[in-house]
């Protein structure tokens, strides 16, 4: 890299600024400090005190046998007994009762999920039961730092925005394949062996056979986009880098000379996921969007066509009703089988639409291209903000409200490095 002279130093305001944008883009973990330990434990906090309290208005919520007032007074009794609990635990760990510790140990975690059950021993004597709801809290807080740490909400977000300026291209791609798909669809809806599978099958397994199709998609996706990801992060050309970046909020930093021996850092793990992510998220809404439309269709169709006395002839007992109508003088049936083959046909539907959108050449080279352009304008933004706070950064990054979240997720460099 020839020798060029640092920028002068990003502002608060203008840092934040940037950082929002990141935030919106569906990218956080291109913040400076957002997937450090630290500022992970603090964005979890509420989420967790809040999952601790619904877990245990659940819990004793579920005991219909003892009446409601009890319920509530145990309810505010035991988490009373978690906060002074906990606050006992704190002092004898020599910390602030005052505070939440700046990082949470593998001891902070568990005293989390062990305290809200120990009131259900002392009353319950359920030793079994403690221990699974110990489990439960667990995976919960497992969760929290899973949508925190990769930030899903925010790609969530972003992609809805993006779906929805999208859907002119879905649905040119929708009217162009799904009614020859339709026929075959609808063909297997009067297959009586796909009827009896459903009235036998439960929730659970429609859920498993729905998640199989959706991890298939995602591999299908990830896989499509990897090799461009990988491609993109060991880019060095700053012209191209300057030039990707025109249409962002950090256009004026492109103009800017990259500090002297500064090297752009490689796509951390969970910044890769991220990127990961923002991808396969927009595919899959726009996936989950035509099987919703395919199930709406499908249902209304099944409506029509099968009455319930046709759904009964095929699985050869009565089925599970779900709402019951008159219609065209006949009385229809919205049943649980139908419900279940519907959304088996949709499930498949969006699976084939996932890899029609990776393969059809008018739609790759519309959707694919502009993707790969969000991902070059994206790590452009990122190589052009990690070069400004090269040259330095403010020291304190103060949050002007408790709303600002990127504000008070950021981190000064100066303590990051010291970690």
């Known amino acids: ?52 309290v619904i877990w245990t208005a659940l819990f004793w919520f579920s005991r219909p046998e003892t009446p409601l007032p009890w319920n509530v007074a145990a309810i505010v009794g035991s988490l009373l007994f978690v906060v002074f609990a906990d606050a006992f635990v704190d002092t004898l760990r020599g910390r602030s009762v005052r505070r939440l510790p700046p990082k949470f140990d593998p001891v902070d975690i568990g005293t989390f ?26 995976v919960g807080i497992g969760l929290i730092y899973v949508v925190i740490g990769f930030g899903l909400l925010d790609i969530a977000v972003w992609a809805a925005g993006l779906l929805r300026d999208q859907l002119v291209h879905i649905a040119t791609l929708v009217s162009r394949t799904l009614p020859m798909l339709l ?68 256009a004026d930093l492109a103009d800017r000379r990259i500090p002297t021996g500064f090297v752009l850092p490689r796509l951390t793990w969970l910044q890769r996921r991220n990127v990961e992510f923002v991808v396969l998220v927009n595919q899959l809404l726009q996936s989950t969007f035509v099987s919703l439309l395919v199930l709406g269709f499908l249902l209304a169709f099944g409506l029509i066509v099968l009455p319930g006395a046709i759904q009964e002839a095929w699985i050869g007992e009565p089925v599970s009703v779900l709402v019951r109508l008159e219609l065209f003088g006949e009385t229809r049936v919205l049943s649980a089988e139908m419900l279940f083959v519907c959304s088996l046909l949709s499930g498949i539907v969006g699976l084939y639409f996932t890899g029609l959108a990776l393969t059809d050449p008018t739609y790759r080279s519309e959707h694919v291209t502009a993707v790969v352009g969000e991902l070059q ?40 490095r010291t970690r």
């Open 377 to 416: 304008m994206l790590l452009a933004a990122r190589a052009l903000y990690l070069a400004a706070l090269q040259s330095g950064s403010p020291r304190e990054v103060a949050p002007t409200s408790p709303s600002d979240e990127t504000a008070a997720l950021a981190e000064p460099n100066d303590q990051r």
């Open 183 to 250: 026929i075959l669809v609808v063909f297997l809806m009067f297959s009586a062996e796909l009827w009896e599978a459903a009235h036998v099958l439960h929730g659970g397994e429609l859920a498993a056979v729905l998640g199989l199709m959706l991890i298939v998609g995602s591999v299908l996706v990830v896989s499509t986009f990897q090799s461009e990801v990988r491609r993109l992060d060991v880019s060095t050309d700053w012209e191209a880098v300057r030039e990707d970046a025109r249409a962002t909020p950090l």
């Open 113 to 138: 999920a062990l305290l809200p059950v120990l009131p259900t021993l002392l009353i319950g004597h359920d030793l079994p039961g403690v221990v699974i709801s110990f489990l439960n809290i667990l």
């Open 1 to 52: 890299m020839p020798e060029e002279r640092a920028s002068e130093a990003l502002s608060v305001a203008r840092r934040r600024e940037i950082e929002q944008w990141f935030v919106r883009r569906g990218v956080p973990q291109f913040i400076d400090g957002y997937g450090t330990e630290q500022s992970m434990d603090q964005r979890a906090a509420p989420l967790i005190v809040g999952w601790i």
